[in-house]
């Protein structure tokens, strides 16, 4: 492109796109989450909010709404048939992000997937961090210096992956019980109906209470931390709330590597609308739980 | 019958007003005539129908033994307050036609769980006039006693017998049953109206019945039921989805055994047949399923006990301890203002 070409000249897209602000001279944003991950969060949120909703039907069948939630998927048949779908769903995303991870350490390489920085997996610092945490709830140490994730969010991703194996090879027994028959004794049945039931319970009120408290409700995040949906997180947000990832960036240089534009604001407000219907609909949820212990 | 002659002309005239006063005059004479004639006495009655000899044309008896009518339930009565069209017949020997008897004018209750019931549907709307009890076919007529009385048609040991004058197959499985070695034996135990009710007998295959025939089940095996209300068949039929198995679906409805009994279809011998008529496939694993499991009772399920135990530490440690982990974070972020973290 050269400034002798008449003024009539297509500029490039992003020069000329109303809806992509260009980006603020004083906020910086840090790449975050890629778009599989983010892709990943989404199916599980909508497959978690549709096995809750017509899973809860059954679990509390003799709550005074169980047949009217159950209506809503046109009847208790259609309620199994969409659980078994969604079921069949996080399942398959599941395993898809197993064999990624797999992929990601064993063909790629990529160690720092188990131990280190970046990984998943709990280590010293994690206990070390949580103690501090503890202190400073009562004002008696600074905030922890966290890494790329901090022990409730490791403890979130394990407890969802470890949910969804144990839920999921349960579900398929109640599913295929002749099948599973054929490996298993019947009372295995009982066992898988308990376990697929209670651990529902835990998976329900911790992702409906103690993620959305984690993640989005608590003050400073509150209504909703959009990190999950643009994939970015602005540089002064990451210095003030992981510090220890900050100052290694900092150190390694990777932070100018890892510097993105702003989010779209239409990114942001596809993101906003998402979550917010995915709160209440939690939030929605968790409250006919209540209605039907505490009645 | 004034208004009506009155009101046929658009402009009341002279002669109206003299033809209402004459007719209404006549219905008043005979009103008064009607009041005057005495409607017969039960011994008017039994002149002719206590002798055992008397029969309709078709050769039909017509007889009624006084001394059992006196005893009955209804032996205060009249035999007019029943046969109330004969109240104002005046000539002997009557019409043999008389208008149906309505128990409905004192049993109004009866009646109308009576007309909801498919005895009701079958004489009332599809036609079995002939096989379809009414009310006489079950608790008789000039002999009706009471259900606390041994003697009745409908007392508890004779409501077998009652239902199985037409439902004879059914009585013959029912005698072989459990239920009726435990009533011989002296102990409590339901026959046909328990289950079945007695004015609103229901097809035994819709929905509304196949649901709630868990409860009546449940008034004495109270354990059994909730323990089933537990598994998924018990939770998808309170839901109202019946294609799954009830108590019946298992254990069976008349001819119930116990598991021990050999023929029973909970044995042990014939579980496999039982859950396959579902369960296509199932075998010998399959069918170590408990279809009536109880985590608090360790002495019967004891793995599920353990189970259960795991979960009320697991659950009640994670609630409990991210819980306190949010009130605290609440607390503490709350006092920074909205400062982040």
Known sequence: MTPALSPTVIEPRHDSSTSVPPPSPVTTYVHRFDAKTRALHIVIMVTFLGLSATGMPLLFSDAPWARVLAALFGGFHGAGVVHRLMGAILLGAVAWHLIDVCWRAFVRG?????????????????????WQQMQWFFGKAPYPNYEHFTYWEKFDYLAVLWGTLLMGAAGLVLWFPEAASRVLPGWMFNVALFVHGAEASLAIGFIFVVHFFNGHLRPGKFPMDLVIFTGAVSEQELKHERAGQYARLVETGDLARMTVPAPAAATERRGRIVGTIGLALGVGLFGLILLAVLR | MTGEGTATRPSPNLLGILLALILTAAAGVADAQTVAVKAPANDDCLACHSDPDVKRA????????????????????????CHQDLAKVQEFPHAEKLAKVSCSTCHDAEAAKYHDSIHAWAKEKAGLTAAAPACADCHGSHNIKGPDEATSRVSRANIPATCGSCHQGVDAKYQTSVHVAAIKHGDAAPVCTDCHTAHTIQ???????????????GTCHGEVVESFRRTFHGKVTELGFTRVAACADCH?????????????????????????????????????????????????SPLMWWVNRFYVVLIGGCFGFFGLHSALWFRRSWRNGKDRS
């Open chain 1, 110 to 130: 990529e160690t720092g997937l188990f131990w280190g920085p970046t990984s998943m997996v709990p280590q010293p610092r994690d206990f070390t961090q949580f």
């Open chain 2, 58 to 81: 078709n050769g039909t008896s017509l007889a009624v033994d006084p001394s059992v009518f006196e005893h009955s339930k209804h032996g205060p009565l009249a035999c007019v307050d």
């Open chain 2, 203 to 217: 097809r035994a295959d819709t929905p509304a019945w196949r649901l709630s025939v868990a409860n009546e089940c």
């Open chain 2, 252 to 300: 069976g409805a008349h001819d119930i055994l116990p598991a021990a009994n050999s023929a029973s279809m909970v044995s042990k011998a014939r579980l496999v047949e039982t859950c396959s008529k579902c369960h296509q496939g199932a075998n010998e694993s399959f069918v170590k399923y408990d279809p009536h499991p109880n985590p608090h009772n360790y002495a019967r």
